[in-house]
């Protein structure tokens, strides 16, 4: 069993910059990124494969990056420009090559003045 320790969420201004992490115990063929706001379905918001293709959703793309570090099985999401719609839980996703899936806890990551 993969466990997923996401870290780096908080508060941040509009038009701020945030960095969230996720390490997995253990190797993950494809990682990313899903979040959920309040009375909403969670939704992609960016994945990264071993190899490192990627693909975004179209609300944050130009403004997310993601990118990982497969010798520490760590995926990162660097946030800029951040929006108040951008608040939500932050849940990092894993895939492996038998198609097992995995989530972390959640982190939260709210933009407000």
């Known amino acids: 069993q993969v466990q997923l320790v996401e870290s780096g969420g908080g508060l941040v201004q509009p038009g701020g910059s945030l960095r969230v992490s996720c390490t997995a115990s253990?190797?993950?063929?494809?990682m990313g990124w899903y979040r959920q706001a309040p009375g909403k379905q969670r939704e992609l918001v960016a994945l990264?494969?071993?190899?490192?293709?990627?693909n975004y959703a179209d609300s944050v793309k130009d403004r997310f990056t993601i990118s990982r570090d497969n010798a520490k099985n760590t995926v990162y999401l660097q946030m800029n420009s951040l929006k108040p719609e951008d608040t939500a839980v932050y849940y990092c996703y894993g895939r492996d090559i038998f198609f097992r899936e995995y989530w972390g806890q959640g982190i939260q990551v709210t933009v407000s003045s």
């Open positions: 990264i494969s071993s190899s490192s293709s990627t």
């Open positions: 253990g190797n993950i063929f494809r």
